[in-house]
């Protein structure tokens, strides 16, 4: 079955060091999503891709990247971890071919502890 | 910009009684709009959505919404109530041709036996 996955599922670091977060869809999605978690704030964007090579940032994206190389993944960087970044990340995917708003099919998520 | 209003973060329920959560959006454009729902320690699975057409949406569970443009609503109720319903509960919205939602800040919910 296609699905949607994310690695690690739980993940500590420390202040400062650069951590990538993996996302991987086997759907063959055009459109891939990163948010954020946190208590009190619900869902936020971070970044979007409509295709490859394809980037954009959402409404919390300072200190993370993405990069585009092929369909399936979408890989997120925090460029350098701050205790702020300490929250659940979740990955989406939607197919992108209908001109429609299409549903957004979510990953299991990444739970990040900086310290 | 749209956005997406839930009240009460938390929300009891007996079990067989009610579920009435509410969620009222603003947009400049007519929207789409969504629940998800969050079981623990997993991600969002889609309950309803509503796109065009019918304004009263059944979904998954037993579940339902009703889109009401006068009142900028789409609240999600079910008739009954089961511990099985116990778990977060989050509205969006999007626009024609964006594909980006904007989440409301959810509701736990608790069944009580």
């Given at each position: 079955d296609a699905e949607i996955t994310q690695s690690p599922r739980h993940k500590i670091t420390e202040t400062g060091r650069q951590v990538t977060l993996a996302c991987h869809q086997t759907w063959n999605h055009n459109n891939m999503f990163w948010y954020r978690q946190d208590l009190g704030h619900g869902l936020r964007l971070i970044h979007y891709s409509y295709g490859v090579h394809d980037t954009n940032k959402g409404e919390v994206s300072d200190g993370y990247s993405v990069s585009r190389?092929?369909?399936?993944?979408l890989p997120l960087t925090l460029e350098s971890a701050a205790s702020s970044q300490t929250s659940v990340y979740f990955c989406a995917s939607?197919?992108?071919?209908?001109?429609?708003?299409?549903?957004?099919?979510?990953?299991?998520?990444?739970r990040l502890l900086v310290l | 910009a749209q956005s997406v209003t839930q009240l009460g973060s938390?929300?009891?329920?007996?079990?067989g009684a009610l579920v009435l959560l509410r969620c009222n959006y603003s947009s400049s454009v007519p929207p789409y709009?969504?629940?998800y729902v969050q079981y623990p320690n997993q991600g969002l699975q889609l309950?309803?959505?509503?796109?065009t057409g019918a304004t009263l949406v059944k979904g998954i569970n037993g579940f339902e919404a009703e889109f009401k443009k006068s009142e900028t609503s789409f609240h999600l109720t079910k008739p009954s109530a089961h511990m099985s319903d116990a778990a977060e509960y989050f509205c969006a919205v999007s626009r024609?041709?964006?594909?980006?939602?904007?989440?409301?800040?959810?509701?736990?919910?608790?069944?009580?036996?």
């Amino acid at each position: 079955d296609a699905e949607i996955t994310q690695s690690p599922r739980h993940k500590i670091t420390e202040t400062g060091r650069q951590v990538t977060l993996a996302c991987h869809q086997t759907w063959n999605h055009n459109n891939m999503f990163w948010y954020r978690q946190d208590l009190g704030h619900g869902l936020r964007l971070i970044h979007y891709s409509y295709g490859v090579h394809d980037t954009n940032k959402g409404e919390v994206s300072d200190g993370y990247s993405v990069s585009r190389s092929n369909t399936e993944d979408l890989p997120l960087t925090l460029e350098s971890a701050a205790s702020s970044q300490t929250s659940v990340y979740f990955c989406a995917s939607s197919s992108g071919t209908s001109g429609l708003q299409e549903t957004q099919y979510f990953g299991p998520g990444t739970r990040l502890l900086v310290l | 910009a749209q956005s997406v209003t839930q009240l009460g973060s938390h929300v009891s329920v007996s079990e067989g009684a009610l579920v009435l959560l509410r969620c009222n959006y603003s947009s400049s454009v007519p929207p789409y709009l969504f629940w998800y729902v969050q079981y623990p320690n997993q991600g969002l699975q889609l309950l309803l959505k509503y796109t065009t057409g019918a304004t009263l949406v059944k979904g998954i569970n037993g579940f339902e919404a009703e889109f009401k443009k006068s009142e900028t609503s789409f609240h999600l109720t079910k008739p009954s109530a089961h511990m099985s319903d116990a778990a977060e509960y989050f509205c969006a919205v999007s626009r024609y041709g964006n594909n980006r939602l904007a989440f409301g800040k959810g509701n736990q919910v608790v069944v009580i036996p």
